[in-house]
C-alpha cells in the first residue's frame, strides 16, 4: 500500500512539474525525493524506477549533459528528416503576424493577450456612414433586379457608391479616400450584404486589390495619381491574378513579362512585354485600371544579372494597346461584375510596376501580405450579413407562417435549424468583429484570415441552406419576392473564391499555423537552415518541455483537475476552461502528427485538415468568449453563448475523435487517446431544450433577435422594401395576433363558426358576426392577416416570361 501512495504521489508531483513547465532539474528533484522515500518506506523497485529516470532526466534535460552527446545526434537526424521551406512558402510564412493564434498553439493560452486590446466600437463618423450611406445604398436595390432585371447595380445606384467613396474605404484621408478602420470595413459590407452584388462590389476594390497595393506598396507619384481617382471611382480598379492554369496555385503563374526597350508616348523606354490570360477578375467589365500579376524575366540581362526575377504586380490603363477588357463570365446566383483579361504582347514601361522597378519579384510578398488582412474581412463580413439577414427572415417567417393550427417555428424540426441559424450568426459575428478589431491594433492575422475565410463561408452556405428549407415553397420560386433564392444560389462563390475552401482546409489552416504559430518549429528549421546546434538545443528542448507540459495538462484537465485560471463571468467560464483543455490536446497531437509524419505531413491533407478544424473552432470560441466578455449582454443571449460554446467544443473534440481515429501511427494514436480522452468524449451537441429556447428567441421580438440584427439593414429603406423590416413589424404585434387566434380556433372546435369557413380571413370575419371578436380586433386582425399573407405570397410569371430565346418556346395547347 504504501509502495502505491508513494508511486501516486510522485505521480502528481510530476505532473505539476510537466504542467508548469519547470524544466529538469525540478524533475529531477521530484524522482530523488520520492526514491529516498521510497528506499526508506516502500519497495526497492520503485526506488530504482524514480532513480533511473532521475538520471536519465539529467541526461537529456541538463544543458551541460545533453550537448555533449544527445544534441549533435538530434540535430543531425533532424536535418534529415525536417520538411524544406520552398521561397514561396517561405514568403507565406513571414507574411503577417502572429497573435491569439499563437497562444492556442502553446496548450496554456494566455487569456490577457486577447482582451487586452478592447473592442471600442466604431467613431461617430464611421457610425454615421453606416446608419446613413449604407442604408441608403442598399435601400436602393432589389436582388431580383439586380440580379435578372439588370445583371448590374443601377446606374444611380454606382453614382452614389462613387459620390460617397464606397470603393476608397481603405484609402487614406489625405488622398481623399475615408481612412476607415477595419472594424468600420466589416460593418459596412455586413450592412451591404442584404444584396451579394452591391456587397461584392464594394468589397473586393477595398480587399485585394490596386488600392491596398498602391497604398502600402505604391510610389509617391503612383499615389498621388491613382488613390483620389480610385477613392472617389474615377477610375474602377481591377486585379488579375487567377487564370485557366493557376488557381489556387497562384504561383504557378504562366503569364510572364519579359524586360525589353520598347515606345511609349513616342519615346524609346525600357519597360516589359507582357503575355497574359486571366479568368474570374471581379469588376474587370468596367474596370479602368488594372492591376495584373505576372512573372517577370530578364532574359538578356537588361537590369542586372538574374533573369527569373519572380512574380511582380503592374498597374495597366484599360485603354493599353493589345489588352482585351470587356466580357463578362455569369457567377452562379450573383452576376457581379466578373470576366477575363486577355493581352497579347502589351508592353508597359518599368514605372508602371507597383513600387517601381525595386519592386520587380516582390509581387507574391505583396499579395500574401494583403491577402493576410483582406480575407479577414470582405468575405466574412459578407457571410456575417447573410447570416443575420438569415435569422431576420427565417425567425420572422417560420413564426408567422402556420400549418397545424401553429406556427412552424414551435415544430421542433424547425426549431432545430432556426436554432443552428441563430449560433452560426453569433460565432461569425462575433468571429469577424474581435478580428477585425486585431488589425486595428497592428496585427495581420495570417491563419486568422484563412480560418475566417474557409469557416464562415462554409457557415454561410450552411446557414442558407437552413432558412431555405425552414422557408419550403416561399424560397424556392424565384421572383421579386423572393429574399433568400439568389443569394443562396450564390453562396457557392464565396466557397471558391479568394482560395478555394477545400485547400484552405486541408493545406492552409494548419499547414501554415503549424511552421508559423508553433512556440518552437520555425526556431528549430532557422537553426537548421543556420546549422546553429546551440540555437537548435535551445529550441528543441524547450520544445520537449512544452509537449510534456502539454501531455500533462490535456490530460489533468480532461480529468477535471487543475482547471484552467480564466478571467471569465461564471457563464463563460467553464467554456474558457474547455478551450484550454483542447488548446494543450491540440499542442500535443500537432506535435505528435509532425514527429511521426515529417515531411510526409504535407501530403496528408485529412489529417492536417482535422487539426485545423481543432484550431479554427478553438479560434472561434475564443472570439465569442471576447465578444461576451466586452459587450452588454441581452436578455436571453446566456442562451445563445451556451448554445454557439457547445456547438464549438462539440466540433472541436470531434474534429480530435477523428484525428485519433485516422492517425498512421497506431500506437502513438491509442497513447493520444488515453492523455487527451481518458473519460471518453464529453461534449455533446447542445441539448433539445436550449434549442427550443434559441430558437423561439430569434422568431419573437426579443433583445436576442435585435442584437443580432443590429449590423444589417433593418430599417424600412426610402426605395425598397426590406423584408426583415416587415417581419420585425409583424413580431411585435404577434402575442395579441396568437391570443386572437387561440380565440378562434376554440371557436370553431365548438362548432361555433360555420364550416365553410376555412380560410383564417373568413374566420375572423364569421367571428366578428357571431360577436366573438371586437370592432377593434377585426380591425386588427384584417390589417395583420393582409400583411402575413403578403409575405407568404410568392411570384407567377406569363407563361413565355422564362425563356430567353422566345423562337424555342413550344405550344403545348395548339388550337
Not at 426579443?702 to 426610402?718: F, I, N, Q, S
Amino acid at each position: 500500500m504504501m509502495t502505491l501512495i508513494l508511486f501516486v504521489l510522485a505521480l502528481t508531483a510530476l505532473l505539476m512539474v510537466m504542467r508548469r513547465e519547470a524544466g529538469a532539474k525540478p524533475a529531477i528533484i521530484v524522482m530523488v525525493v520520492f526514491g529516498l522515500l521510497s528506499w526508506i518506506f516502500a519497495s526497492g523497485w520503485l526506488t530504482l524506477l524514480l532513480f533511473a529516470g532521475a538520471v536519465a532526466t539529467a541526461a537529456a534535460g541538463l544543458p551541460q549533459f545533453r550537448r555533449s552527446w544527445l544534441t549533435p545526434r538530434v540535430f543531425a537526424m533532424f536535418k534529415k528528416v525536417a520538411p524544406k521551406v520552398s521561397d514561396t512558402e517561405q514568403v507565406a510564412l513571414d507574411a503577417g503576424t502572429v497573435g491569439w493564434d499563437g497562444e492556442l498553439f502553446t496548450g496554456r493560452p494566455d487569456w490577457h493577450n486577447l482582451l487586452i486590446n478592447r473592442n471600442t466600437g466604431l467613431t461617430e463618423e464611421e457610425q454615421a456612414f453606416v446608419d446613413n450611406q449604407c442604408v441608403k445604398a442598399v435601400s436602393m436595390c432589389n436582388a431580383w433586379d439586380v440580379a435578372v432585371e439588370r445583371a448590374d447595380l443601377p446606374a444611380e445606384l454606382w453614382e452614389y457608391i462613387k459620390k460617397e467613396k464606397f470603393l476608397g474605404m481603405i484609402i487614406p484621408k489625405e488622398y481623399g479616400g475615408l481612412g476607415f478602420s477595419a472594424k468600420a470595413q466589416s460593418a459596412v459590407l455586413q450592412k451591404l450584404a442584404a444584396n451579394e452584388v452591391l456587397m461584392v462590389s464594394v468589397g473586393v476594390p477595398n480587399s485585394l486589390g490596386p488600392g491596398e497595393l498602391l497604398v502600402k506598396y505604391g510610389t509617391e507619384e503612383q499615389k498621388d495619381h491613382y488613390l483620389p481617382r480610385l477613392a472617389d471611382g474615377r477610375e474602377i480598379p481591377c486585379f488579375g491574378l487567377t487564370g485557366p492554369r493557376a488557381g489556387s496555385d497562384a504561383t504557378s503563374l504562366p503569364d510572364t513579362g519579359i524586360v525589353c526597350k520598347g515606345e511609349y508616348n513616342g519615346k524609346e523606354v525600357l519597360g516589359l512585354k507582357l503575355n497574359f490570360e486571366k479568368r474570374w477578375i471581379t469588376l474587370a467589365p468596367i474596370a479602368t485600371v488594372v492591376g495584373l500579376a505576372f512573372r517577370m524575366f530578364d532574359p538578356d540581362g537588361l537590369l542586372g544579372e538574374e533573369k527569373d526575377l519572380g512574380i511582380t504586380c503592374a498597374l495597366i490603363p484599360r485603354d493599353t494597346d493589345g489588352m482585351e477588357i470587356g466580357r463578362r463570365h455569369w457567377p452562379v446566383g450573383s452576376p457581379f461584375m466578373n470576366g477575363p483579361i486577355v493581352g497579347k504582347d502589351v508592353f508597359i514601361p518599368l514605372d508602371f510596376i507597383i513600387g517601381g522597378p525595386e519592386m520587380a519579384g516582390e509581387g507574391w510578398r505583396m499579395l500574401v501580405e494583403c491577402l493576410s488582412v483582406g480575407r479577414c474581412i470582405t468575405l466574412p463580413s459578407g457571410a456575417a450579413g447573410s447570416a443575420a439577414t438569415s435569422v431576420g427572415v427565417a425567425g420572422g417567417f417560420t413564426r408567422v407562417r402556420r400549418q397545424f393550427n401553429t406556427p412552424v417555428a414551435d415544430m421542433e424540426g424547425v426549431q432545430e435549424a432556426l436554432a443552428r441559424i441563430a449560433g452560426q450568426c453569433y460565432i461569425a459575428q462575433s468571429s469577424v468583429l474581435q478580428t477585425a478589431n486585431m488589425i486595428d491594433n497592428g496585427e495581420k492575422p495570417a491563419v486568422p484570415s484563412a480560418i475566417l475565410k474557409y469557416q464562415l463561408t462554409q457557415m454561410q452556405r450552411a446557414v442558407l441552406t437552413d432558412a431555405m428549407d425552414v422557408h419550403g415553397g416561399k424560397t424556392v420560386t424565384l421572383g421579386p419576392r423572393n429574399y433568400l433564392g439568389i443569394g443562396f444560389s450564390g453562396s457557392a462563390v464565396s466557397i471558391t473564391v479568394e482560395g478555394a475552401n477545400i485547400m484552405t482546409r486541408s493545406l492552409m489552416i494548419f499547414g501554415q499555423g503549424a511552421i508559423r504559430c508553433h512556440p518552437y518549429v520555425l526556431k528549430e528549421l532557422a537553426a537548421k537552415a543556420k546549422d546553429d546546434e546551440r540555437a537548435f538545443d535551445e529550441a528543441f528542448f524547450s520544445h520537449a518541455g512544452l509537449i510534456f507540459g502539454n501531455a500533462a495538462r490535456a490530460f489533468t484537465q480532461a480529468l477535471g483537475l487543475g482547471k484552467a485560471e480564466v478571467p471569465f463571468d461564471s457563464t463563460a467560464r467553464r467554456y474558457a476552461q474547455g478551450v484550454a483543455r483542447f488548446s494543450a490536446a491540440f499542442g500535443l497531437c500537432s506535435d505528435a502528427a509532425m514527429t511521426t509524419l515529417g515531411s510526409q505531413l504535407k501530403m496528408r491533407e485529412l489529417i492536417s485538415a482535422r487539426l485545423g478544424d481543432m484550431l479554427a473552432n478553438l479560434y472561434m470560441a475564443s472570439m465569442v468568449l471576447k465578444h461576451w466578455h466586452e459587450t452588454q449582454p441581452v436578455e436571453g443571449e446566456a442562451d445563445l453563448l451556451e448554445y454557439s460554446m457547445g456547438l464549438l467544443l462539440h466540433r472541436t473534440e470531434n474534429a480530435l475523435d477523428e484525428l485519433l481515429q485516422n492517425l498512421p501511427n497506431r500506437a502513438v494514436a491509442v497513447a493520444l487517446r488515453m492523455v487527451t480522452m481518458p473519460l471518453g468524449r464529453r461534449w455533446d451537441k447542445p441539448h433539445d431544450d436550449l434549442t427550443r429556447r434559441v430558437a423561439r428567441a430569434i422568431s419573437t421580438d426579443t433583445p436576442v433577435r435585435a442584437k443580432l440584427l443590429m449590423p444589417v439593414w433593418h430599417t424600412e429603406g426610402d426605395d425598397k422594401e426590406n423584408p426583415v423590416a416587415r417581419y420585425n413589424s409583424l413580431l411585435k404585434d404577434y402575442d395579441r395576433a396568437e391570443g386572437i387566434y387561440r380565440k378562434v380556433g376554440k371557436a370553431a372546435a365548438k362548432g361555433e363558426l360555420p364550416g365553410q369557413a376555412l380560410h383564417p380571413e373568413e374566420q375572423f370575419e364569421a367571428a366578428y358576426q357571431a360577436e366573438i371578436l371586437s370592432e377593434e380586433e377585426i380591425t386588427f386582425m384584417r390589417e395583420y392577416e393582409k400583411n402575413v399573407l403578403d409575405m407568404l405570397t410568392v411570384d407567377d410569371f406569363p407563361f413565355d416570361a422564362l425563356a430567353m430565346d422566345k423562337s424555342t418556346l413550344i405550344d403545348h395547347n395548339p388550337a
